[in-house]
């Protein structure tokens, strides 16, 4: 009787010390936070921040699904160049075309950046100029990914936004093209300390949304990619008819709308739309993680959870550095170093209190 009290002592005592020592349950599911940032960082200035996004986006999505997708690849676009600082929401300037008319970002939606500006809008009504668009896009990004049927994770906050935007050639190098294959894509990652997991779960993202025949007519013409499955290929071949044409098609065939693992399924099926997509199911160091996901949806949430957070982190701008922008697509006027702005203040009395 002594030894079996005495074993489940030991036993429960065993529990209890696990679990103090991983008190917070996604505590293993989560990079850790980058200087600056915290999961915490508007609960007293802005405590509604996440409601108002989130509302905003459900009625939103109601009638365009598709914005979900869309926000979700603005966050990517605007992390990989030049860190999440929102420079990709940056329209153009006398200082130079913006990261927007970069190739591969003339294809992000006008749509996305218009819901950008009217959450600042409204959360600035609510809380005052205190959240940054580079948080917001971050937010949106989660948000669309959940309210499409995907994992609801923590975002960490407290990024500030960049006052410049990223090259021509910068953006390039940093967003690789989609005829890259897996050799090509986990260099261009690794120049943000992407790895092979990163890329295989983030690849995930195509689950929804759309491309244009221009971002897979290398797999249709002259001939068919013969990793592309027939009918597929097919398909494809009646929606993109002839080289530039301008159309449109899913990027997950299964379920286009849907925040699920199909994508890796398509995979299997040797019906992934690009070649950076397909290749991930020939090339033997992301073969097996790609079967992995398609097997087990958890498992694809929770790296996907774990990859977008290590992403949304990348060169941030915290603390004193960068500034709030008042209009996500433009700098704030007065802005050090843009003699554009100068000009503004001197013309206009209150200006230095827009500058942060
Ligand atoms: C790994 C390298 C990647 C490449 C080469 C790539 C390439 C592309 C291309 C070419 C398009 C379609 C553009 C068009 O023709 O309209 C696209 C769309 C999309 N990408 Fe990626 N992507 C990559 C990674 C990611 C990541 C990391 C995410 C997010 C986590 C993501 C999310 C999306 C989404 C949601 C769309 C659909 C956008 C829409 O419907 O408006 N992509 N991607």
């Known amino acids: 009787m002594a030894s079996i009290t005495s074993s489940l002592f030991l036993f429960s005592s065993t529990i209890l010390f696990l679990l103090l020592s991983f008190p917070y349950s996604d505590a293993q599911t989560a990079p850790p936070l980058v200087t600056g940032l915290s999961y915490t960082f508007y609960k007293s200035t802005c405590p509604n921040l996440e409601s108002i996004i989130k509302t905003q986006l459900q009625t939103a999505f109601k009638t365009n699904i598709g914005l979900a997708a869309a926000l979700l690849r603005v966050h990517f676009h605007d992390c990989f160049v030049q860190g999440c600082d ?35 809008d409204a959360i600035e009504k609510a809380c005052g100029r205190v959240v940054s668009c580079a948080d917001i896009t971050a937010l949106a990004a989660r948000d669309s990914v959940a309210l499409s049927g995907g994992p609801n994770y923590k975002v960490p906050l407290g990024r500030r936004d960049g006052a410049t935007f990223a090259t021509v050639n910068d953006t390039l190098k940093f967003l690789p093209s989609p005829t890259s294959n897996v050799s090509v894509l986990l260099s261009a990652l690794a120049l943000n300390n992407l790895d092979v997991n990163d890329l295989v779960a983030l690849s995930g993202g195509h689950t929804i949304g759309i491309g244009h025949c221009t971002s897979f007519e290398n797999r249709l013409f002259p001939a068919r990619d013969s990793n592309m499955d027939q009918t597929f290929f097919k398909n494809l071949r009646l929606t993109c008819p002839a080289l530039n044409t301008t159309n449109t098609t899913n990027l997950d065939l299964r379920t286009p709308n849907t925040f699920d693992n199909k994508y890796y399924v398509d995979l299997m099926n040797r019906q992934g739309l690009f070649t950076s997509d397909q290749d991930l199911y020939i090339d033997s160091r992301t073969k097996p993680i790609v079967t992995g996901f398609a097997v087990n949806q958890s498992l694809f949430y929770e790296k996907f ?22 209009n996500c697509s433009a700098k704030n006027p007065g802005t050090v170093g843009d003699a554009w702005s100068v000009v503004d203040l001197e013309v206009g009395s209150g200006g230095a209190a827009a500058a942060y």
């Open 86 to 120: 929102g420079s990709v929401l940056l329209d153009g300037s006398a200082s130079g075309p913006s990261e927007k008319s970069a190739p591969p970002n003339l294809t992000l939606r006008k749509a996305a950046f218009d819901a950008i500006n009217s959450l600042r």
């Open 305 to 326: 959870a774990f990859s977008m957070v290590k992403m949304g982190m990348l060169k941030v701008l915290t603390g004193t550095s960068g500034q709030i922008r008042a």
